[in-house]
């Protein structure tokens, strides 16, 4: 069974750093890109990052290019992203996600909340 389990999220103040983890079971994790997702109080999902199977190649939104980060750790079977400069406009449920198969497998997600 494909598996995702999200951590890292929290409260920090405007400005701060987090990084968030996703760990990966049920399948091979080198054969599949990995993509981050989230989805703010009252709106919709925001596609927000994405990292193709090798690592080689990464992808960001436009809202926040330059300020996360995203990678993967095949030994770990982790993924990760990396948030520097969090601003409110960031607090949002954020989730990992990864297309096994027909369908998209998501994880439950972690809260992230920018706030003084």
């Known amino acids: 069974e494909v598996q995702l389990v999200e951590s890292g999220g929290g409260l920090v103040q405007p400005g701060g750093s987090l990084r968030l983890s996703c760990a990966a079971s049920?399948?091979?994790?080198?054969?599949?890109?990995m993509t981050w997702v989230r989805q703010a109080p009252g709106k919709g999902l925001e596609w927000v990052s994405g990292i193709s199977w090798t690592g080689d190649s990464t992808y960001y939104a436009e809202s926040i290019k330059g300020l996360f980060t995203i990678s993967r750790d095949s030994t770990k079977r982790m993924a990760y992203l990396q948030m520097d400069s969090l601003k409110p406009e960031d607090t949002a449920v954020y989730y990992c996600?990864?297309?096994?198969?027909?369908?998209?497998?998501w994880g439950q997600g972690t809260q992230v909340t920018v706030s003084s």
């Open positions: 996600r990864v297309r096994v198969g027909v369908g998209y497998t």
């Open positions: 049920g399948f091979i994790f080198d054969g599949y890109p």
